[in-house]
């Protein structure tokens, strides 16, 4: 079952569920305000649209269309973002690839621009920085490109999770509202010895190589909010080892940079560092909660 969560997502919603074929579709809708929910309604009315009365974010909507397919009695699960649509029978190759390589946990196609003309920006930038473009390059120059590459992280644009996975790694951590999430699963998916893969022969599109984005500025609400957003990937990591001992050297570090900024009359940056002090302090328990929850078995 194709699980799609949407929020205002009017501008790609008809191209992303055409694209869904004859799959069953449930779309998690988080109060969107542009029409989304009529249009599906009136267009669609054979996906099952579950409304919500406010945006719960990323993961937590996904967790309930995931629930759903699980009643559904589904025995794969495929996440697809609102902005992205399936090609050239993309499903039916990730799942004949999962059922031949039961060892991965989560598989994605290769995502491609919205205009088609190459790889997604930040699907590349996966690749290289994992060094599986290195790979890819060798065999295709070789002309034996393998059907599954190995990569510790890809985002959660395009997912199939068969039912084994959810079994034993659960759904999306409560920790994280919208951004980061996926990281975290990625992250819990390896600490269960399950693999991540990508797949050249299955394609989707990601509908965003035209979207602006705006620089982050030092010290604005934007630069804390990816600060927070990065410290919990970080910190909620199951694979981290030593998490107290370093939660708190970490601490004890920003304390001593706010005093040497003090010190040397840098008040802004002196500010900057008391002011992640507070963040990260403040997040100990529910780091420590998603730490005890996510490493537990769930079968």
């Known amino acids: 079952m194709i699980v799609i969560v949407t929020y205002n997502g009017l501008k790609w919603i008809d191209k992303c569920?055409?694209?869904?074929?004859?799959?069953?579709?449930?779309?998690?809708?988080?109060?969107?305000?542009?029409?989304?929910?009529?249009?599906?309604?009136?267009n669609y009315p054979k996906v099952?649209?579950?409304e919500q009365?406010?945006?719960l974010g990323f993961g937590q909507a996904n967790n309930i269309g995931i629930s759903y397919a699980l009643n559904q009695e589904a025995h794969y699960v495929f996440l697809l973002n609102q902005d992205a649509y399936l090609t050239d029978n993309c499903l039916n190759r990730l799942i004949k690839i999962q059922q031949n390589n039961t060892e991965y946990g989560i598989l994605s196609p290769f995502h491609y621009k919205g205009s088609f003309t190459g790889l997604d920006d930040n699907f590349v930038m996966y690749m290289s920085r994992y060094k599986v473009s290195r790979d890819y390059?060798?065999?295709?120059?070789?002309?034996?490109?393998?059907?599954?590459?190995s990569i510790p992280f890809v985002n959660a644009a395009g997912w199939l999770i068969p039912k084994r996975t959810l079994e034993s790694v659960g759904y999306f951590d409560s920790l994280f509202f919208h951004y980061g999430e996926d990281r975290n699963y990625c992250q819990r998916v390896l600490y269960h010895n399950m693999k991540i893969g990508i797949v050249p022969e299955a394609k989707m599109i990601h509908d965003r190589e035209f979207r602006e984005v705006k620089p982050v500025l030092k010290y604005s609400e934007e630069y804390y909010d990816e600060y927070l957003r990065y410290a919990k990937i970080k910190w909620a990591d199951i694979n981290l080892k030593g998490f107290d001992d370093g939660f708190y050297e970490h601490l004890k570090k920003l304390q001593l940079d706010y005093f040497k900024h003090l010190f040397k009359l840098k008040f802004k940056d002196g500010k900057d560092s008391f002011k992640k002090y507070k963040i990260l302090k403040s997040l100990y328990l529910s780091f420590k909660e998603s730490r005890e929850r996510n490493s537990n078995k769930f079968q």
């Open 17 to 42: 569920l055409q694209s869904c074929g004859d799959f069953p579709v449930v779309v998690v809708d988080n109060n969107s305000l542009d029409g989304t929910i009529d249009f599906i309604k009136l």
């Open 48 to 50: 099952h649209l579950i």
């Open 53 to 55: 009365d406010k945006n």
């Open 137 to 149: 390059i060798f065999d295709a120059n070789e002309g034996n490109i393998k059907e599954v590459y």
